[in-house]
């Protein structure tokens, strides 16, 4: 028998705990625990979700423009795109808590069934810390959790669709040309597999669980198998 997820005063205190923000609108929080597929609900937090990756990359943005004043465009947005991906996101989520708690078809909620459910709740569940006690308390929540991360992707290599780029550009005179080859999935949980051109070489291929994904990942594969990168501890 599953067990009963907190709603209410409990629901509220827990989340308290995680992102030292006490709730007044029980409604808005349980809205952003609520996925698409859940039976029975009137309500999701697809809306939410929307407003949250909004101001998660708000506050991320602003955290690293001021703790990297030496860095350049090109190197805050591969710090940006890297801390709030949905793999971020899902990897906060479940440190949390909030992936055992999410109201979602059963399949959907189980770990590593789909990373987006869980990604996505957090991102709704920062909106709603910021429409219930504004932009400091949202502020505060985001900071808590990707303020650690930022510091630790302070080496972060370059983007592998930019280096590609440059690469091609010197190896072949060429700009890589990046082609769907499948999609599969249901649409709030799809996964796509793109491959990657470059006049003179034999293509490259990744997956990815949206479009850019899955280009950052078919641009690492050909960079790492015509060795501009090593590939230790490379990820997309």
């Not at 940006?80 to 078809?105: K, N, R």
């Amino acid at each position: 028998m599953a067990l009963k997820r907190p709603t209410g005063e409990a629901l509220a205190r827990l989340l308290a705990e995680s992102t030292g923000h006490v709730f007044r609108d029980f409604a808005l929080m349980q809205r952003a625990l609520t996925h698409s597929s859940a039976r029975g609900a009137s309500f999701d937090n697809e809306r939410l979700e929307f407003l949250g990756d909004r101001v998660l990359g708000l506050v991320v943005t602003d955290m690293l423009f001021r703790a990297y004043p030496e860095a350049t465009q090109g190197e805050l947005a591969v710090r940006l795109s890297f801390l709030v991906s949905g793999s971020a996101c899902a990897e906060i989520a479940d440190e949390i808590g909030l992936t055992g708690i999410i109201h979602a078809e059963a399949g959907l909620r189980s770990r590593g069934k789909s990373r987006n459910v869980p990604a996505d709740a957090l991102e709704a569940l920062i909106a709603a810390v910021y429409l219930d006690g504004g932009m400091a308390a949202a502020d505060a929540f985001v900071r808590r959790y990707w303020e650690p991360r930022a510091r630790a992707v302070a080496t972060l290599q370059r983007d592998p669709k930019t280096e590609l780029q440059e690469w091609a550009h010197q190896a072949a005179s060429s700009t890589p040309a990046y082609q769907i080859d499948g999609r599969v999935g249901p649409d709030h949980d799809p996964l796509f597999s793109i491959s990657v051109r470059v006049a003179g070489y034999e293509p490259a291929s990744g997956t990815g669980r949206s479009k850019r994904e899955a280009e950052q990942a078919a641009a690492l594969a050909m960079l790492i198998r015509e060795g501009v990168r090593d590939g230790s501890g490379d990820e997309a």
